[in-house]
Structures are given as C-alpha cells and as structure tokens.
Nanobody, 119 residues
C-alpha cells in the first residue's frame, strides 16, 4: 500500500505563487512516474503535470505550460509542483497520483490539497 500526503495549498491572489509537495510512503518511489491532477467544483478531474521516474521528462497540460513546474526528489520520496502566475481558473483541489505497483491494481491518490486563487 502506498500512501501519498499532499501539502502546500492555500489562498493566494492572482499572479501569486504556491509550491505543492507530495510525500510518498513506499521505498519503490524512485522507480515510478508521478503526476499531479486537479478537480475544480463541478468539473472532472484533469491531468496537470507528470514526471518520469528520473525527473528528466516533465509533461504539462496546455493550460499550465510556462507557469507550472513539476520536479521530484527521489532521496526524499517527494514530488513537487511549483505554481507561478496563478489565475483564478487554477482554483481546484490538487491531487498527487502514483501508478499501481502491481499488474491490474489501482493507482494511488493523495487526499488532495485546496488551492484557491482570488482575483
């Protein structure tokens, strides 16, 4: 069982920055890609960014390219999401995601952290 714990959310004005962290409990963290998703009220959960196991290949949703940066520290089993130039439409609950560790299993999700951007 993998536990993911997000932190770093909060209330920020438009144009501001936040840095989210996600700490994973398992020793296999460094062998798997990680991702950040978000879900705004009344909307489906959407992919924000992913990063490969080595941290060398980030990918971003078009809506956050150039503003958000995903990174990871495998020594600390932690993945980060640096969010700059925040907009009101970035308001959502942000979730950390890890793939299943067994074939046919389910992915792992954190409890989510609220990000609210005021205009």
């Amino acid at each position: 069982q993998v536990q993911l714990v997000e932190s770093g959310g909060g209330l920020v004005q438009a144009g501001g920055s936040l840095r989210l962290s996600c700490a994973a409990s398992d020793a296999t963290f460094s062998g798997y890609a990680m991702g950040w998703y978000r879900q705004a009220p009344g909307k489906q959960r959407e992919l924000v960014a992913t990063i490969n196991s080595r941290g060398s290949t980030p990918n971003y949703a078009d809506s956050v390219k150039g503003r958000f940066s995903i990174s990871r520290d495998n020594a600390k089993n932690t993945v980060f999401l640096q969010m700059n130039s925040l907009k009101p439409e970035d308001t959502a609950v942000y979730y950390c995601n890890a793939p299943t560790r067994v074939a046919g299993g389910s992915a792992y999700w954190g409890q989510g952290t609220q990000v609210t951007v005021s205009s």
